[in-house]
Nanobody, 122 residues
Framework: QVQLVESGGGLVQAGGSLRLSCAVS????????MGWFRQAPGKEREFVAA????????RYGDSVKGRFTISRDNAKNTVNLQMNSLKPEDTAVYYC???????????????WGQGTQVTVSS
């Protein structure tokens, strides 16, 4: 069974930065592509970023391009999301997710973490 645990959320002022991490256990991490999503109250879940399993290909949602960076450490079974120039509209619960086939995708994920809250004050 694949398990994901996010950490690093919190309260930050607009313009600040946060770094989220997601620790993955179970299966073979290096064969998974990974994604980050977010969901704000009353809104649908939104794709944030994705990273391929080994060659570093990344993809970002339009609202975070140029501000967020996804990375992974296959030796530590972790995926990170560096968030800079945060805005109040980035406030949401952030989730990491696994695509076990290893396809970089904005929609098809098989396992999810429990989420971590990010709140950006104005």
């Amino acid at each position: 069974q694949v398990q994901l645990v996010e950490s690093g959320g919190g309260l930050v002022q607009a313009g600040g930065s946060l770094r989220l991490s997601c620790a993955v256990s179970g299966g073979t991490f290096s064969t998974y592509s990974m994604g980050w999503f977010r969901q704000a109250p009353g809104k649908e879940r939104e794709f944030v970023a994705a990273i391929s399993r080994s060659d570093g290909i990344t993809r970002y949602g339009d609202s975070v391009k140029g501000r967020f960076t996804i990375s992974r450490d296959n030796a530590k079974n972790t995926v990170n999301l560096q968030m800079n120039s945060l805005k109040p509209e980035d406030t949401a619960v952030y989730y990491c997710a696994v695509n076990k086939v290893g396809v970089i995708t904005t929609t098809r994920y098989d396992y999810w973490g429990q989420g971590t809250q990010v709140t950006v004050s104005s």
